[in-house]
């Protein structure tokens, strides 16, 4: 018993101890990585199925927590999914989980930037796990199991065998990765909106269910993966406001 109190004390001060801030070659990398896993299109359409389970992770919470009972939730190669949940076809319900997909990748990737500049890495790495895990239980098709499963091994690989530095250098890629995400598929949806190619997108049935154009709940989804990027950013990045009177002072 006390072999065990002392491994899950161990276990606890891992979890929630604090780790030190990684350099920032380190931070300014790993922002530089995920941009380019944005912008570049082949590593975009595989890195692109992150952004998809944070997507119907997001109608998922939201519709369990505004009471609907949520049915399944299924994640496709081609980067789409679908979350289907049980409850009235109006109301804020159905609003706000139609509302969350698009929001929840640039929101975590906010509440990520913020976990980490209070040094809890360790914290981040696994509160993903445990996310992915409560997903898991309500996949129901082979695919979406896949990208789930390969997604939390290599998060635990990285958490549990990984030095501090590649933990650190994982997690800020996340991190940065989520926030800078958040706005392309927002801009995706406006190109297939305005091709008439997604008159079912979550924008435009928001539009039914509130009355207000589909444009307005676009510049919705944009905006705060603007905000959340600009916030995050600046909670990622140390504060070099030191930095420049030791660089002057250090000076010959």
Request: include cysteine; proline fraction near 6%.
């Amino acid at each position: 018993m006390d072999v065990d109190a002392a491994g899950i004390g161990e276990l606890w001060d891992r979890l929630t101890g604090t780790q030190p801030d990684p350099p920032l070659w380190l931070v300014v990398c790993a922002g530089v990585l995920a941009l380019a896993a944005v912008v570049h299109g082949p590593t975009w359409r595989v890195a692109r199925n992150v952004v998809t389970i944070a997507h119907e992770g997001g109608h998922a919470l939201a519709a369990v927590l505004t009471g609907r009972r949520l049915e399944g939730i299924k994640l496709h190669s081609d980067t789409s999914g679908v979350t289907v949940s049980r409850g009235k076809p109006h109301g804020p319900g159905m609003v706000f989980t139609a509302m969350a997909g698009y929001l929840t990748p640039p929101l975590l990737g906010l509440v990520f930037a913020a976990l980490l500049s209070w040094g809890r890495i360790t914290l981040m790495l696994w509160a993903s796990l445990a996310l992915l895990a409560a997903m898991l239980v309500m996949i129901r098709n082979a695919y979406g199991v896949l990208s789930v499963v390969a997604t939390g091994a290599v998060i635990f690989v990285v958490s549990w065998l990984g030095s501090a530095t590649v933990q650190a250098a994982f997690a800020y890629l996340a991190a940065s990765f989520l926030l800078l995400a958040g706005a392309r598929p927002v801009i995706e949806l406006q190109r297939m909106r305005a091709r008439q190619l997604a008159p079912s997108s979550d924008a435009d049935q928001l539009a039914q269910l509130t009355g207000l154009p589909g444009l307005v709940w676009v510049g919705l989804f944009a905006a705060v993966a603007l905000v959340a990027l600009l916030a995050g950013g600046k909670l990622l990045l140390p504060d070099t406001s030191e930095l420049l009177p030791q660089f002057l002072r250090d000076r010959p």
